[in-house]
């Protein structure tokens, strides 16, 4: 799972998030179950947990190839990591140039 964030100060208030599940994850039916359990799993974290994400973010979540195969469970663990991850990110200040 990789995930990209960018929080804007001219965006909407609500954080939006958007998937990206290519050819690679496999056929259509599979591509679209994998679609169906990433939106369930961020729904989910966005509702339990109110600083999921910043307000303003938006998050870009793309699934890998392994994502057709692994557990509802296991997306859920990988995204929430991920967008931890990507968050602590944006939150910390940008490196100086030398």
Same mark, same amino acid.
């Given at each position: 799972?990789?995930?990209?964030?960018?929080?804007?100060?001219?965006?909407?208030?609500?954080?939006?998030?958007?998937?990206?599940?290519?050819?690679?994850?496999?056929?259509?039916?599979?591509?679209?179950?994998?679609?169906? #359990?990433? +939106? !369930? %799993? /961020? $729904?989910? =974290?966005?509702?339990? &947990?109110?600083?999921?994400?910043?307000? #303003?973010? +938006? !998050? %870009? /979540? $793309?699934? =890998?190839?392994?994502? &057709?195969?692994?557990?509802?469970?296991?997306?859920?663990?990988? %995204?929430?990591?991920? =967008?931890?991850?990507?968050?602590?990110?944006?939150?910390?200040?940008?490196?100086?140039p030398a």
């Open positions: 799972m990789v995930v990209h964030l960018l929080v804007d100060d001219e965006g909407a208030e609500t954080p939006q998030v958007g998937f990206v599940v290519s050819k690679a994850v496999g056929n259509a039916v599979q591509r679209n179950l994998v679609k169906r #359990r990433l +939106r !369930a %799993v /961020v $729904r989910s =974290l966005l509702t339990d &947990s109110p600083d999921g994400l910043p307000s #303003r973010a +938006r !998050a %870009v /979540v $793309r699934a =890998l190839p392994a994502s &057709s195969t692994a557990t509802y469970a296991e997306l859920s663990q990988d %995204v929430s990591g991920a =967008l931890a991850k990507a968050t602590r990110r944006a939150a910390a200040p940008a490196p100086r």
